[in-house]
């Protein structure tokens, strides 16, 4: 049996990329709009085993043809199949299936070969047939030249002019923001690139060429990742946090104990690393290969999350001004990243101040935390004086509908987005890729769970890819306000593909708008309140931009 994950994820991108969730009966039985509401109902009859009657729902889909909604379409007819195959229904089954696959199918191959609801179809030649053909398009456009070339501590250069060619040429047809690189010549970068990947001498060093070119393209959600084997040489780090503040560079959190002990403080300056001047050292090292949209992004890239990376197991000699203003010379060993793991993990919290202001913490939107903190909590959020959303250190995940359906007082709209497209016909007659705009969409506020106080919600440059989603349509509901820093300005849907050697790549594939169109992308989301840490306030561990926020919610009357 298909999995019904992989039945409802076809049920959220079928609203997700065009179709509104609205009443079927004011629609014809087989529109487009009402498609995502029947296909629903037939998932239903299908889980409580009623195959014939969930079959006769989606029959009126097939008959009328997909109607330019290719992928909605064939994630719809390949259920159908399976309905139909499970009622006894072979003929109905494969001519569902052929209409499926005939606009490029909806489910790998080998889950297609394999799915027991399509047991009765296997002895049906046209049904291998499918098979195949499913695989070829798959060997063709999901396999990269040379990801199938295992790890070794040098590849050959074919290998590496196989990566740098796949990175390259994804990014040529699919890459979202070329505009915002109107100098860059991509093609011309690829032929230096060449010569540069062979040169190196280990694949370690490959693929630092390799994260050096694709960090050209100036955005946060392309990037490429070393193999597994190869991670902890590329993201070991000492157990503490770091970031750039008026222009000083200061510890921020402290998770590994041991630091403690080795007189490490939040607020300690790091002036030197290995005798250097830290901003040198930085701009050499690390900012070169860190993949950022904006400035600020960048920022945080260089001097918070990688200033200090490399190699687990090997120490940095850095040179501190404590809070005393001595100097003193310090060693920091590079955590692995299991051992990083240990010292804790972000997530959500929620606590009530004295002041009668709610605070909800969300560091990760990975999952529904955030959400059901809120919802368990929500008596009390609402008899607060106002609500605090803290999504400071946010680094994304899956854009929180769920969470803005519970601050909404009206429908939820979706971002504005685009992807590019490519038709290979209009290319030969001399016309250039164009765009494509994916419908946007709106979903209902939540009913019986809300929130009736007055909201802020705390940014900064770590507010990023969905948190930004989050950040970008709370602004357009003009729910409350926010405070603290500009975000980082990315976001989008990055598509992923495989390199030599077992590492990875990913290319960001749409272009996204604030649903009131403002453009956030390579800029970022500017707060209604702009407050920024001090050295002296991460000195005497005071948060001015939750400060910030709780007198504003005070002051509402």
């Not at 901003?279 to 993949?291: D, F």
């Not at 929620?350 to 959400?371: C, H, S, V, Y």
């Not at 272009?511 to 209604?528: H, I, Y």
């Amino acid at each position: 049996m298909i999995a019904t994950q992989m039945r409802r994820l076809a049920v959220f991108f079928l609203v997700a990329y065009g179709f509104t969730l609205t009443a079927v009966a004011q629609q014809p039985l087989a529109s487009p709009s009402s498609l995502p509401e029947r296909y629903t109902e037939s998932l239903k009859l299908y889980e409580a085993k009623q195959y014939a009657e969930a079959a006769a729902i989606l029959e009126p889909f097939y008959t009328a043809g997909s109607d330019g909604m290719d992928w909605h379409w064939n994630a719809a007819m390949y259920q159908l199949a399976c309905e139909e195959a499970l009622a006894g229904r072979e003929k109905q089954a494969m001519d569902a299936l052929i209409a499926s696959e005939a606009k490029g199918g909806s489910v790998p191959a080998e889950h297609l070969a394999t799915d027991p609801d399509l047991v009765s179809l296997h002895d049906d030649p046209r049904f291998a047939q499918l098979v195949k053909a499913a695989r070829g398009r798959e060997r063709l456009w999901l396999r990269e030249p040379g990801q199938d070339t295992p790890f070794a501590s040098n590849l050959s250069d074919d290998a590496k002019t196989a990566g740098l060619s796949t990175v390259w040429s994804e990014a040529r047809f699919n890459f979202a923001f070329f505009d915002r690189q109107p100098d860059l010549d991509w093609n011309q970068t690829y032929v230096d690139f060449l010569a540069k990947v062979r040169a190196t001498t280990s694949t370690e060093d490959y693929y630092r060429v390799l994260m050096r070119f694709v960090a050209l393209l100036k955005d946060g959600h392309t990037n490429v990742y070393p193999p597994e084997s190869l991670r902890d040489t590329f993201y070991g780090r000492p157990g503490l946090r770091t970031q750039l503040v008026e222009n000083a560079v200061l510890v921020t959190r402290i998770s590994d104990p041991a630091l403690l002990a080795q007189r490490w403080r939040v607020g300690d300056v790091l002036l030197k690393i290995e005798g250097e001047d830290i901003r040198r050292y930085a701009e050499r090292e690390v900012a070169p290969y860190q993949s950022s949209s904006t400035q600020q992004d960048l920022q945080v890239r260089t001097f918070d999350y990688a200033l200090l990376g490399g190699r687990a197991g090997s120490q940095l000699h850095v040179t501190v001004r404590n809070a005393q203003g001595k100097e003193e010379e310090r060693v920091l060993t590079r955590l692995t990243l299991a051992e990083q793991s240990k010292l804790g993990k972000d997530g959500a919290s929620f606590k009530m101040r004295p002041d009668g202001i709610a605070l909800l913490t969300i560091d990760e939107f990975e999952d529904t935390a955030g959400t059901k903190a809120l919802l368990a909590n929500l008596p009390e959020v609402n008899a607060a004086k106002g609500l605090i959303i803290d999504l400071r250190a946010n680094g994304g995940g899956s854009t929180p509908i769920d969470l803005l359906q519970v601050l909404a007082r009206e429908p939820v709209h979706s971002p504005l987005m685009r992807t590019r497209s490519y038709v290979a016909a209009d290319r030969a007659r001399g016309v250039l890729p164009g765009w494509t705009d994916i419908a946007p969409f709106e979903v209902s506020a939540d009913a019986a769970h809300h929130v009736d106080i007055p909201v802020a919600v705390l940014t900064s440059a770590q507010t990023f890819s969905a948190a930004e989603d989050f950040v970008a349509i709370f602004n357009a509901m003009r729910r409350g306000i926010t405070v603290g820093e500009t975000t980082a300005g990315s976001t989008g849907q990055p598509m992923f593909f495989q390199l030599p050697g077992g590492g990875s790549g990913r290319i960001c594939t749409r272009n996204d708008r604030a649903p009131d169109g403002t453009v956030f992308e390579g800029v970022g989301l500017k707060p209604t309140i702009a407050v920024s840490p001090t050295i002296k306030s991460i000195q005497q561990e005071k948060d001015l931009g939750l400060e910030r926020a709780a007198r504003a919610l005070l002051a509402v009357k």
